[in-house]
């Protein structure tokens, strides 16, 4: 069938992107301690993408995204919407471990996003999903506040994108579920998904 071949042409070209970052020393993270180059994970046919930040301590133990506490809310995110984590793919504005978790530095994130968008040009998602306000930043290249761009469609490489809460802050912050709720179930009505009974 079309959707195999073009499941297993988009998985190749996902290695070609890998194999151009090779042993990556493009920017100062490179230099910074990071152990993994974190690429990505998930399906390379996958309808939905999700963006978060860049590495934390387990991903970059692992060498993949969303391993980590903020992982396990992800992955719950993923089962509400009715889908499984290997059905869509998953990566970050960064490859690589910002020391301390810090937010990545504009020269790290315009440096490393080259790659994330050649992924994004693989995959060809429906929706993205930008999770956290570094994720909107470098994907929409503009700087607004997370509540001003959530609860609607913005456009990226072909793709509408939604902005929602970062798992980590909804781990700080739970009250604020219900609203990320809100954002997927905007996702789930785009790409006609029913909450699991
Ligand atoms: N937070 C992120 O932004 N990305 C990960 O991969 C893990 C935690």
């Known amino acids: 069938p079309e959707s195999r071949v073009a499941a297993r042409e988009k998985a190749g070209a996902l290695v070609a992107v890998r194999e151009e970052i090779g042993d990556c020393t493009r920017c100062p993270l490179a230099y910074a301690g990071r152990r993994s180059i974190v690429f990505g994970d998930g399906d390379p046919n996958a309808r939905l993408m999700f963006v978060g930040e860049g590495p934390g301590?387990?991903?970059?133990?692992?060498?993949?995204?969303?391993?980590?506490?903020?992982?396990?809310?992800?992955?719950?995110?993923?089962?509400?919407m009715g889908l499984k984590r290997e059905e869509v793919y998953i990566a970050n504005i960064v490859k690589c471990r910002p020391p301390q978790n810090r937010v990545p530095e504009p020269v790290e994130?315009?440096?490393?996003?080259?790659?994330?968008?050649?992924?994004?040009?693989?995959?060809q998602p429906q929706v993205i999903v930008a999770l956290g306000a570094t994720a909107a930043l470098y994907l929409l290249g503009v700087k607004r506040s997370l509540s001003s761009?959530?609860?609607?469609?913005?456009?990226?490489?072909?793709?509408?994108?939604?902005?929602?809460?970062?798992?980590?802050?909804?781990?700080?912050?739970?009250?604020?579920?219900?609203e990320a709720w809100k954002d997927l179930q905007m996702v789930m009505k785009e790409m006609g998904l029913k909450a699991p009974a």
């Open 57 to 80: 301590a387990d991903e970059d133990v692992q060498g993949l995204p969303f391993v980590g506490k903020a992982g396990q809310l992800l992955n719950n995110m993923i089962g509400a």
């Open 109 to 123: 994130a315009n440096t490393c996003s080259q790659f994330l968008l050649k992924q994004i040009d693989v995959v």
């Open 149 to 178: 761009l959530r609860g609607q469609w913005h456009q990226c490489r072909g793709a509408k994108l939604a902005v929602t809460y970062h798992p980590a802050f909804l781990l700080r912050d739970p009250r604020q579920k219900g």
